[in-house]
C-alpha cells in the first residue's frame, strides 16, 4: 500500500490524531525548549543551555545561559505547610534564569541576548502562587506532613525513577522534563486523574 493510502485511511478512520505521539520521540525538537529555529544566535539544540566547555555555573549540568539577575525571590508559604522551600536551588535556578524574565531568552555563552520570556510562561520573581521548590523531601517531612508518601531514596520519589529529587529536594525538574514534551507542559508522567500529584501526595 502507498504511503499516502496509509494516511488517507488514517484520516478517514479519525486515528491520524494519534500520530503526532507515534512519531515524537522523546526530545527537544520542535518543543517550546527548540529554540534553534529564531535565528537567535545558533541552529543547535543544546546550546541556549549547555556548553561541553567554559560552563558558566554547576546550576545545572555544563550550565551555559545567563543566570537570573534576580536576587531574592518571594517564597510559598502557608499555615500549614511543613517543609521549608528556600531560595530556588540548583536546578530551579537554572530554570528561573529564563522563567522570571529577568535574563533574555538568547543570553548564552558569551552572547547577550533581546528576547525575554512573557505571558504565562513568565513566573517572574514572586514564588509564593507557585508549587513550593527548593526544599527537602524525605522520610522525616512525610511523617511529620502525614499526606505525604515516603520516597523511595535522596534521587527518586518512587521506585520506578519517573520523579526524581535533587539532592533530596522537590526543585521544578521533580515534576518537569526539560528535554520531553510527551505529556505536554513538560510534565515527567501524565497528569490526568492528578496522576502526577498522587505521586507524592497521599490524598
Ligand atoms: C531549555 C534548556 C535546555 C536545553 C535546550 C537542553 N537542556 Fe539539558 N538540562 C537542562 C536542565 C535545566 C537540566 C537539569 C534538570 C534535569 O536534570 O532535569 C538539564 C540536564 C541535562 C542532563 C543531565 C541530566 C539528564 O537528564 O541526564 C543532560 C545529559 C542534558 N541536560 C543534555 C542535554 C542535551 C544533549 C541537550 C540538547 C540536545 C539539552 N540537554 C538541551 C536544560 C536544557
Ligand atoms: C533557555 C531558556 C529556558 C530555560 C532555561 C527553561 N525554559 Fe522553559 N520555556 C522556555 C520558553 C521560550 C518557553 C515557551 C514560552 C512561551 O511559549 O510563551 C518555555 C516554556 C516552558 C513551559 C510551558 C510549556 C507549555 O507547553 O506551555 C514549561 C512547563 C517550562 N518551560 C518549564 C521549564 C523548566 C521546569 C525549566 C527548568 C528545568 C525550564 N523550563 C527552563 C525557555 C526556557
Ligand atoms: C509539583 C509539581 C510542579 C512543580 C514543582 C513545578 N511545576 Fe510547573 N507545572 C506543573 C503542572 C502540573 C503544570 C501544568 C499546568 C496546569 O496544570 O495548570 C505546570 C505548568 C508550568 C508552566 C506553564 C504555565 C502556564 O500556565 O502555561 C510553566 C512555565 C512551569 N510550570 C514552570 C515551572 C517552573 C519554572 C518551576 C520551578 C520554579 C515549576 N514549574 C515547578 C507542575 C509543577
Ligand atoms: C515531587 C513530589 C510532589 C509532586 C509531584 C507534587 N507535590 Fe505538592 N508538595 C510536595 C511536598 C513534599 C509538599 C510539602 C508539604 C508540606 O510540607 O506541607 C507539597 C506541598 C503542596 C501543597 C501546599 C501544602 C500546604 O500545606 O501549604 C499543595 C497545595 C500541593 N503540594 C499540591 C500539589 C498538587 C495539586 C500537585 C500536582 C499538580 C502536587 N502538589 C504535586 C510534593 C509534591
Request: proline share 4%.
Amino acid at each position: 500500500m502507498k504511503t499516502t493510502n496509509v494516511i488517507k485511511i488514517a484520516l478517514a478512520a479519525g486515528i491520524v490524531l494519534a500520530l503526532p505521539s507515534l512519531s515524537q520521540a522523546a526530545g527537544i525538537t520542535g518543543t517550546k525548549h527548540d529554540l534553534s529555529n529564531y535565528g537567535w544566535g545558533s541552529s543547535e539544540l543544546c546550546i541556549f543551555c549547555h556548553t561541553p566547555h567554559n560552563a558558566k555555573t554547576t546550576d545545572a549540568p555544563l550550565w551555559n545561559h545567563g543566570t537570573t539577575a534576580t536576587a531574592s525571590f518571594t517564597l510559598y508559604t502557608s499555615p500549614t505547610l511543613n517543609a521549608v522551600p528556600s531560595q530556588p536551588t540548583a536546578t530551579s535556578k537554572a530554570c528561573m534564569s529564563c522563567h522570571d524574565g529577568t535574563v533574555a531568552l538568547d543570553t548564552f555563552s558569551t552572547q547577550t541576548g533581546t528576547h525575554f520570556l512573557g505571558g504565562l510562561s513568565k513566573l517572574g520573581s514572586d514564588l509564593s502562587n507557585d508549587h513550593p521548590i527548593s526544599f527537602t523531601y524525605d522520610s522525616a517531612l512525610a511523617s511529620t506532613d502525614g499526606g505525604l508518601k515516603t520516597p523511595a531514596s535522596a534521587t527518586f520519589v518512587d521506585a520506578a525513577k519517573t520523579i526524581p529529587l535533587f539532592n533530596a529536594k522537590v526543585e521544578c525538574a521533580s515534576c518537569h522534563s526539560v528535554h520531553d514534551n510527551t505529556y505536554g507542559y513538560f510534565l515527567r508522567v501524565s497528569n490526568a486523574g492528578s496522576a502526577l500529584c498522587l505521586k507524592c501526595h497521599n490524598k
